[in-house]
């Protein structure tokens, strides 16, 4: 079902920066949806990271940031920590979809 | 503060009927949309519908349309997911989120797992 393309891990050392692309395509991110992104933590609820392509919410600390560009989206996290081991994904509405929204396939995050 | 707290965990049988629920709080319940995320074990997160307490329009994913049912009783400030006829393969943790200005779904319920095994 999933749309965006994400890879299924990156892994980085302590303090390193790592990037995480979105790919979607003309029914999503391209037509100027915006993009939205998760971490899942193992075990635990899906927690927003950052909405509307590069916002974060209170509360998240500024290693993690985002941008979105034609038809693709990428999550950053510079000065990588161990507590940021996770699965994060990426979302936008698609104009394909009765559904109204798709969430990419998801990216392990191995700090190593 | 805003709450979405869903019903607990179930253990099911082939063929059985299933509803749970997921109940907002801290919020006006009826001004926002409440959708459904399953998460299969070991995989990622596939949306599933959506609804809005407020008229209860609700839209489906393609791959869940026919496949289950989305509802909402805003006079109780709770949406609902219901089988009515589950197979082992819907054995999954299901989330509702709510669905705020940009399309992010801001706030998230804890999940229920779903085991459905004979």
Not at chain 1, 71 to 97: H, N, P, V
Not at chain 2, 14 to 25: Q, Y
Not at chain 2, 47 to 67: A, C, E, L, V
Request: charged fraction near 15%.
């Amino acid at each position: 079902q999933s749309v965006l393309t994400q890879p299924p891990s990156v892994s980085g050392a302590p303090g390193q920066r790592v990037t995480i692309p979105c790919t979607g395509s003309s029914s999503n991110i391209g037509p100027n949806y915006d993009v939205h992104w998760y971490q899942q933590l193992p075990g635990i609820a899906p927690k927003l990271l950052i909405y509307a392509n590069d916002n974060r919410p209170s509360g998240v600390p500024d290693r993690f940031s985002a941008s979105k560009s034609g038809t693709s989206a990428s999550l950053a996290i510079t000065g990588l920590q161990a507590e940021d081991e996770a699965d994060y994904y990426c979302q936008s509405y698609d104009s394909s979809l009765n559904g109204l929204f798709v969430f990419g396939t998801g990216t392990k995050v191995t700090v190593l | 503060e805003v709450q979405l707290v869903q019903s607990g965990a179930e253990v099911k049988k082939p063929g059985d009927s299933l509803k749970i629920s997921c109940k907002g709080s801290g919020y006006r319940f009826t001004s926002y949309w409440i959708g459904w995320v399953r998460q299969m074990p070991g995989k990622g997160l596939e949306w599933m519908g959506i609804i809005y307490p407020g008229d209860s329009d609700t839209r489906y994913s393609p791959s869940f349309q026919g496949q289950v049912t989305i509802s909402a009783d805003k006079s109780i400030n709770t949406a609902y997911l219901e089988w009515s006829s589950l197979k082992a393969s819907d054995t999954a943790i299901y989330y509702c989120a709510r669905k705020d200005y940009w399309n992010e779904l801001r706030y998230w319920g804890q999940g229920t797992l779903v085991t459905v095994s004979s």
